[in-house]
């Protein structure tokens, strides 16, 4: 695990890379550098992948060959309660022989098999939980049902939108919140929804090189004299559809799949799924991105409908922000780097993307390199979710390339809420794991491992040093202070402690009855120790 976590902060590590990395970038060193620096990305996600599998078989009970498997395991690690549907892959249901070594390579997160699965049905988990899926005696889904979807004359409805097409190339120009009518997009802006735009220097205008957006002088840059271009000229070019988009229909989904084309590209590959048990609208993107030296951005577009005035709120090192009114100084404002997702709402109307991939986000339009001192709320801003870019002029590679894929989800609510923010987000990241169990005998159809009622959130829960604890780090995202009751389900709380990231004692936190009630301060971030009886 050690090993797994220091692989990831290596690879995470910004300056890895040669500093000629982009005056020079096919020189060996550029390469060789590449290399290192990718190895440690796979081999921490190869060492999760064994990590995640190792537990969850030996949660299961599993030996290492078996003749079949009786059902499954869903287990939800999160704070929050998890909709999902149950999709089991059609080799956990062969009366085979079966291996616990082949399925640990679904556990690794570069690799799908694309195996087909068979759908069990809509389940939801609370945060903490266990949930078992018999495979005997389970009714599988195929059976004729009244759809949650009405599809008529270029128009979608689910059950909590109402989404509009364009009729020649079936892009989608508009979502209406079925709940308060409130519409999504703005259809004059001229994009669609989740439009892929690239971006790069107008060669008419401007030299292609980094040196227009950043004319870098060492000496300048140490005594904090800005070197930005301004009045860099963009030019940018939206994604052509090589084909009709096609409509894939399930029981509990539709997705509206579509080729597109871009320079800079191979090929793309575009999926926008809409749930009937959730509300939250999925994203997804593959790409096969060429080598491309000179500057370029890839974007994806959601031109929302608002007035102007809205607001804006996201995520940051575990603090929410509002856009301008809680930024510091001079910080940037023309991009943003979020945890998990961003807001831009009004009065009756927000809309969260949640980014589980791709953390850099533009607000009100694109704005690299301008160094705004103030965002401008206008009306019918755009909201960007930046997802590559090769601007800078140094460590990092200036021309990557290969198979990409990233997923966003977008949610409607009717305000902002933080704490919603970030529960989207966490759902965008698909928490629940799918355990295999060959056998389900005297397993609990349902169990908790920890319960904690009360606004602040639980971020992490980790093992402390000490045996028998975990260290549960909590966030209050409250201007008010708010009390956080934690118990274990299965055992009871012997010792509580608020203590700092290297686990010394700050002070203890009364226990009575096995549960403890941690205050925490205004849009504070503590971590308490737990000891188990």
């Known amino acids: 695990k050690q090993e797994c976590k220091e692989n990831s902060l290596l690879f995470d590590e910004h300056t890895w890379g040669a500093s000629q990395s982009v005056t020079e970038s096919d020189s060996p060193e550029t390469y060789s550098q590449l290399v290192h620096k990718t190895e440690y990305a796979y081999r921490a996600a190869d060492l999760s992948g064994y990590l995640l599998s190792t537990q969850a078989e030996s949660f299961c009970g599993n030996p290492h060959q078996s003749d079949e498997l009786e059902g499954i395991v869903l287990l939800n690690p999160s704070d929050t309660a998890q909709t999902i549907e149950v999709k089991v892959p059609r080799s956990y249901l062969l009366k085979d022989r079966q291996l616990s070594s082949i399925r640990s390579k679904g556990y690794v997160p570069y690799l799908n098999s694309g195996e087909e699965c068979e759908s069990f049905g809509v389940a939801t988990l609370e945060p903490f939980s266990a949930k078992t899926v018999r495979f005997a005696g389970n009714a599988r889904e195929g059976a004729v049902k009244e759809s949650a979807f009405h599809w008529e004359n270029s128009v979608l409805e689910t059950p909590y939108y109402v989404v509009k097409l364009d009729k020649e190339n079936r892009k989608i120009i508009q979502i209406t919140d079925k709940k308060n009518g409130r519409d999504l997009l703005d259809e004059n802006s001229g994009y ?5 735009v690239r971006e790069s220097i107008d060669a008419e205008q401007d030299d292609t090189t980094r040196e227009t957006l950043f004319p870098r002088n060492v000496d300048l840059g140490n005594r904090s004299i800005s070197q930005w271009n301004h009045e860099w000229h963009a030019k940018r070019l939206k994604a052509e559809q090589s084909s009709q988009t096609e409509i894939h229909k399930e029981e509990h989904q539709i ?21 009937s048990y959730r509300k939250a609208i999925r994203m997804e993107i593959v790409f096969w991105k060429e080598p491309v030296y000179e500057p370029e951005s890839i974007y994806f577009v959601v031109p929302l409908k608002m007035g102007s005035g809205w607001k804006c709120g996201y995520d940051t090192a575990g603090e929410t922000v509002l856009l301008d009114e809680e930024q510091m100084g ?17 009065d009756g109307c927000c809309a ?16 690299f390199g301008k160094e705004s001192h103030k965002v401008e709320r206008e009306e019918n801003p755009l909201l960007l979710a930046w997802a590559l870019n090769n601007y800078w002029n140094t460590n990092f590679l200036a021309n990557p390339s290969g198979r990409m894929e990233l997923a966003y989800e977008l949610t409607m609510h009717e305000n902002f809420d933080a704490k919603t923010m970030r529960e989207d987000g966490v759902s965008a990241q698909q928490p629940t794991v799918v355990c295999a169990a060959v056998s389900l005998a005297g397993r609990q159809p349902e169990r908790k491992f920890l319960t904690a009622e009360g606004k602040p959130s639980i971020l992490h829960i980790y093992p402390a040093k ?3 604890a975990v260290n549960v780090a909590v966030k209050n995202l409250e201007h008010t202070e708010e009390v956080l009751q934690i118990a274990f389900s299965e055992g009871k709380v012997l010792r509580a402690e608020l203590v700092t990231p290297q686990e010394n004692v700050i002070k203890e936190i009364e226990v009575e009855n096995g549960l403890t009630k941690v205050c925490v301060p205004p849009r504070r971030l503590v971590i308490v120790r737990l000891t188990k009886e």
Do not use: H, N
């Open 466 to 468: 000490q045996d028998s």
């Open 255 to 275: 997705t509206f799949m579509s080729q597109l084309l871009l320079p800079g590209m191979k090929r793309m590959e575009q999926k926008i799924t809409f749930y």
């Open 352 to 367: 969260t993307l949640s980014c589980p991939d791709a953390p850099m986000v533009q607000v009100g339009g694109f704005r």
């Open 192 to 196: 669609a929804l989740f439009e892929p």
């Open 330 to 346: 001079a910080v940037c404002r023309d991009w943003l780097t979020v945890d998990t997702g961003v807001s831009v709402y009004e």
